[in-house]
C-alpha cells in the first residue's frame, strides 16, 4: 500500500502526499493531519481512528523520531488493548505493510522531524 517515502514525502497507492497523514482501518487517507500539540499526539489527534476499533495503532514519528505518544493516549491505547507501534516513519511504514493486510491496523504519519 505504501510504496514510498523521503523526508516530507510519501506515496500511497501511487498517489504523493507532501503533508502528514492518517489512515483509517478501511484503507482511507486522511490528508493534512496537524496535532494539537505539535510533536505530540494525543487522543483527539487520533479519534476518528480509534472509531474503528483498529488492534494496532501505528505512529510514524518523523524521520529522526521527534514526534511522542502522550502518556494519557498510551494508557487509553493499553486500556483497550490497542496495539502502539510508535516507531521512526520510514520504520513504521514498513510495520503498516506488513500489518495491514492480516490485522485492523490504523496509522499517523509524520513525515518530517
Known amino acids: 500500500m505504501i510504496t514510498g517515502y523521503s523526508f516530507g514525502k510519501i506515496c500511497i497507492d501511487?498517489?504523493?502526499y507532501d503533508r502528514?497523514?492518517?489512515i483509517t482501518v478501511a484503507g482511507v487517507v486522511l490528508p493534512d493531519w496537524w496535532r494539537a500539540s505539535g510533536h505530540?499526539?494525543?487522543r483527539k489527534?487520533?479519534?476518528?481512528?480509534?472509531?474503528?476499533?483498529p488492534e494496532i495503532l501505528i505512529l510514524g514519528q518523523g524521520k529522526p523520531g521527534l514526534m511522542h505518544v502522550d502518556p494519557?493516549?498510551?494508557r487509553f491505547l493499553k486500556t483497550c488493548g490497542i496495539?502502539?507501534?510508535e516507531q521512526p516513519t520510514a520504520q513504521a511504514l514498513e510495520s503498516f505493510n506488513s500489518f495491514h493486510t492480516q490485522k485492523?491496523?490504523?496509522?499517523?504519519?509524520?513525515?518530517?522531524?
Open 45 to 53: 489527534d487520533v479519534e476518528d481512528l480509534l472509531r474503528d476499533k
Open 83 to 85: 496495539v502502539l507501534l
Open 104 to 113: 485492523k491496523v490504523a496509522a499517523g504519519f509524520h513525515l518530517t522531524c
Open 14 to 16: 501511487g498517489t504523493w
Open 40 to 42: 505530540v499526539c494525543n
Open 72 to 74: 494519557e493516549l498510551r
Open 20 to 22: 502528514d497523514l492518517k
